[in-house]
C-alpha cells in the first residue's frame, strides 16, 4: 500500500492562509486518485475534495469549493491542500487518503489514510 505522511498544520489566526501536504511513499503515487478529509473532536470525517490520477479533474464538497484547493504533484509524489481565509469553524485534524475510485468523494472509496495534521484556528 501507498504510505502518506500529512504536514504543514498549526495554529494560526483566522484570515490566514495554510498549504498542508501529503507525501507518499512505497507504491506510485501517480496511480492513484487522491483526497482530503477533516474531523473535528466529536464530528464524522467528513470529504473535503479529491483529485484524479494525473490531476485533470478535481471535486469539492459543497460549502468548501471556493476556500479550498486540491492540488498534487506527481514527479515529487505530494498532494497538496491550499486553504484561505481560515475560519475557527476549519479546525480539525486534516488527513490525505488513496484511492482506486475514479472520483472517489466517500471514506469506504478509501484504501490508505495518512496520520493526519492538526489545523487549529484562533479567533
Known amino acids: 500500500q501507498v504510505h502518506l505522511v500529512e504536514s504543514g498544520g498549526g495554529l494560526v489566526q483566522a484570515g490566514a492562509s495554510l498549504t498542508l501536504s501529503c507525501a507518499g511513499s512505497?507504491?506510485?503515487?501517480?496511480?492513484?486518485?487522491m483526497g482530503w478529509f477533516r474531523q473535528a473532536p466529536g464530528k464524522e470525517r467528513e470529504f473535503v475534495a479529491s483529485?484524479?490520477?494525473?490531476?485533470?479533474?478535481?471535486y469539492y464538497a459543497s460549502g468548501m469549493k471556493g476556500r479550498f484547493t486540491i492540488s498534487r504533484d506527481n514527479a515529487k509524489s505530494t498532494l497538496y491542500l491550499q486553504i484561505n481565509s481560515l475560519m475557527p469553524e476549519d479546525t480539525a485534524v486534516y488527513h490525505c487518503?488513496?484511492?482506486?475510485?475514479?472520483?472517489?468523494?466517500?471514506?469506504?472509496?478509501?484504501?490508505?489514510w495518512g496520520q493526519g495534521t492538526q489545523v487549529t484556528v484562533s479567533s
Open positions: 487518503a488513496a484511492s482506486e475510485t475514479n472520483i472517489p468523494t466517500i471514506v469506504r472509496e478509501y484504501f490508505d
Open positions: 512505497g507504491r506510485t503515487f501517480s496511480n492513484y486518485a
Open positions: 483529485i484524479s490520477r494525473s490531476a485533470g479533474s478535481t
